[in-house]
């Protein structure tokens, strides 16, 4: 049985806007109250906007809440003349845990490759917060059966310069994208065979001190239908959930039963 403490990591993506995510904190704590939930068991993260996070953060500090939040991608750079770009030091003054670092969708529609992505996780570290790295290999790596090689070497590409002590602060998440925003998520063999392998390269890179460390979440069409199984999986330490974080019911459920 393993130490680490799952996560529950919503990412909102572009959906919400200030208003809506301080009335969803406010629904989602109440559920949570409801069914006694207890956080020293299981963590709970929301990802908003940046334009929400100061919302968020006052909504869950007037009321003592014990959810995390974090950012879904950050600048590269600490100050200076990059119009739009929000640094490390912003979102870390806010209070939040975490940034999402190479979402699939910031890979996509972003100039966000390795080498910007090696520094988004070191300004998060910087900082004091700690990086979710996405990685997953989409449709075309699967139908190829290169898929574990290509979430491991995404992780050992961007890992590879961290010493021990940064590395041990990473999150990884497992996100096929092909299961992202799809409803075809993975089996959890296959969770747990990417986590695995994702964790064995980790311990061989960083020592098993640090793979037994870092907790690695599935993410792709989780759902209160699939979380049960999936988290059975002893390498699978919980999830980064997109279309299912915007229900706050369903949210709830895939928390209790996390
Ligand atoms: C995601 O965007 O990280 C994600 C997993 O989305 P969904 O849960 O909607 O597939």
Same mark, same amino acid.
């Given at each position: 049985?393993?130490?680490?403490?799952?996560?529950?990591?919503?990412?909102?993506?572009?959906?919400?806007?200030?208003?809506?995510?301080?009335?969803?904190?406010?629904?989602?704590?109440?559920?949570?109250?409801?069914?006694?939930?207890?956080?020293?068991?299981?963590?709970?993260?929301?990802?908003?906007?940046? *334009?929400?996070?100061? &919302?968020?953060?006052?909504?869950?500090? &007037?009321?003592?809440?014990?959810?995390?939040?974090?950012?879904?991608?950050? @600048?590269?750079?600490? $100050?200076?003349?990059?119009?739009?770009?929000?640094?490390?030091?912003?979102?870390?003054?806010?209070?939040?845990? !975490?940034?999402?670092?190479?979402? @699939?969708?910031?890979?996509? !529609?972003?100039?966000?490759?390795?080498?910007?992505?090696?520094? $988004?996780?070191?300004?998060?570290?910087?900082?004091?917060?700690?990086?979710?790295?996405?990685?997953?290999?989409? !449709?075309?790596?699967?139908?190829?059966?290169?898929?574990?090689?290509?979430?491991?070497?995404?992780?050992?590409?961007? *890992?590879?310069?961290?010493?021990?002590?940064?590395?041990?602060?990473?999150?990884?998440?497992?996100?096929?994208?092909?299961?992202?925003?799809?409803?075809?998520?993975?089996?959890?063999?296959?969770?747990?065979?990417?986590?695995?392998?994702?964790?064995?390269?980790?311990?061989?890179?960083?020592?098993?001190?640090?793979?037994? *460390?870092?907790?690695?979440?599935?993410?792709?069409?989780?759902?209160?239908?699939?979380?049960?199984?999936?988290?059975?999986?002893?390498?699978?330490?919980?999830?980064?959930?997109?279309?299912?974080?915007?229900?706050?019911?369903?949210?709830?459920?895939?928390?209790?039963? *996390?």
């Amino acid at each position: 049985t393993s130490k680490r403490i799952p996560l529950v990591a919503g990412n909102w993506k572009m959906n919400f806007d200030h208003l809506e995510a301080t009335y969803f904190i406010q629904q989602f704590a109440w559920k949570l109250r409801a069914i006694h939930f207890d956080h020293k068991r299981c963590e709970i993260a929301l990802m908003p906007s940046f *334009t929400s996070l100061r &919302s968020v953060q006052v909504a869950i500090e &007037s009321d003592n809440l014990k959810i995390r939040y974090g950012a879904q991608a950050v @600048s590269v750079t600490s $100050q200076g003349a990059f119009t739009g770009d929000v640094s490390a030091d912003m979102i870390a003054h806010l209070g939040c845990s !975490y940034v999402i670092v190479g979402h @699939s969708e910031r890979r996509k !529609y972003h100039p966000e490759d390795d080498a910007n992505i090696v520094d $988004q996780v070191r300004a998060v570290l910087a900082a004091g917060m700690q990086p979710i790295l996405c990685v997953g290999e989409s !449709y075309e790596e699967r139908r190829k059966g290169i898929e574990l090689d290509f979430a491991v070497g995404q992780v050992r590409d961007v *890992t590879c310069d961290l010493s021990d002590e940064e590395a041990a602060k990473l999150i990884v998440a497992y996100e096929p994208v092909w299961a992202i925003g799809t409803g075809m998520v993975a089996t959890p063999q296959s969770a747990q065979d990417a986590a695995k392998a994702i964790r064995n390269d980790l311990s061989a890179t960083f020592g098993t001190e640090v793979g037994e *460390t870092v907790r690695i979440l599935y993410g792709g069409s989780v759902s209160s239908k699939n979380a049960v199984e999936l988290i059975r999986e002893p390498d699978v330490d919980g999830f980064l959930i997109g279309g299912a974080a915007l229900k706050v019911d369903e949210l709830t459920r895939i928390c209790k039963l *996390t």
